[in-house]
């Protein structure tokens, strides 16, 4: 019933640093791109082109993409939420942009300013011109499960929002469980609402572990045949609009998991663990991977 090959996409460079309080040169980023597509990573997501005031940490979102040596087969992704992020982020070469949304009306005016409705308009221009440009699109849904100022979120929500994302032409959507509540049943009705729209090989889960789910929820949407997930090396991260939420899964952990029901996919555990010791070295933290940690001791 489980995949036999499961895609991860390292958004620990984005989604993993856009929190950090503390200032991560744009080499160093660069160069953990470097070690996670050494370690077999073929996609990352590197940046956004978003406000820098709104999210500094990513304002070297240029330089970094243009520092990396790209290599063959990897795609790299960057978060475009308006025709100006688009704009800035075609001349790094992006291979896929992701516009992102909420199925929360409170989150989506405090992440992106802007009602569920009004992004979808923002997001359209920004999709057609993506898409004219042979540029992949992928949609983020933020909140599908729970909202940190709504509290729970109905399935039809998710529905809802798929079904915008479909209308303006985006490609593949990530359920994302923003803050982490999510428990396995909950995040397969958030999956199953949004099937009513994409097919399963245009849907990914995307999982915070803040309350510790995220790989039972994984497990859960690997029984639905979902196969493609973003992850976070050292478990780096969480989201400025969403206090108190911690990072994604760590993808060491999902590695682990997945080579241990051999599902395959295609990452070196021991060159994804440099990589994560490498950020978490220079961050002055431990990794937020258990199975670092439990290999890191042995
Ligand atoms: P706004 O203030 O509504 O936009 O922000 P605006 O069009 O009125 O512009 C205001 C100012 O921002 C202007 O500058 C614009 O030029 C500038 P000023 O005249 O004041 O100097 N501006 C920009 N600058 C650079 N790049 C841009 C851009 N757009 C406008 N693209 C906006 C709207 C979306 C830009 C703002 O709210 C924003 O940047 N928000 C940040 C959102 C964000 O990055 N959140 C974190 C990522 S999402 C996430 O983590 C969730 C996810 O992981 C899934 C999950 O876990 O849920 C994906
Ligand atoms: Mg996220």
Known sequence: PYPSRVKL?????????????????????????????????????????????????????????AGIERQPGVRYSVLTPNLRGF?????????????????SEAFS???INCSIAESIERF??????????GI???????????????????PERVAYLAGLMKGIGVQHVGVADTI????????????EATLAHFALDDVSGHFHDTYGQALANTLASLEMGV????????????????????????????????HGMGIDTGIDLDALIDAGQYISD??????QSRVAKALLAK
């Open 87 to 103: 704009e800035s982020a075609l001349a790094s070469r992006p291979d896929e942009i992701v516009v992102f949304g909420a199925a």
């Open 124 to 133: 359209a221009p920004v999709v057609e011109a993506a898409r004219a440009a």
């Open 227 to 258: 196969w493609q997930y973003d992850t976070s090396v050292a478990g780096l991260g969480g989201c400025p609009y969403a206090k108190g939420a911690t990072g994604n899964v760590a993808t060491e952990d999902v590695v682990y998991m997945l």
């Open 9 to 65: 996409v390292d958004v620990g460079p984005r989604d993993g640093l856009q929190n950090e309080k503390q200032t991560v040169p744009a080499a160093v980023k660069i160069e953990l791109v470097h070690r996670l597509q050494a370690a077999g990573l073929r996609e990352i997501e590197v940046t956004s082109f978003v406000s820098p005031k709104w999210v500094p940490q990513m304002g070297d979102n240029a330089e970094v993409m």
């Open 136 to 154: 992949y699109v992928r949609g983020a849904m933020s909140c599908t499960v729970g909202c940190p100022y709504e509290g729970e979120i109905a």
């Open 109 to 111: 005016q405090r992440n």
């Open 282 to 287: 220079f961050l002055g933290r431990p990794t």
């Open 180 to 191: 982490g509540v999510g428990t396995p049943l909950k995040v397969q009705r958030a999956l």
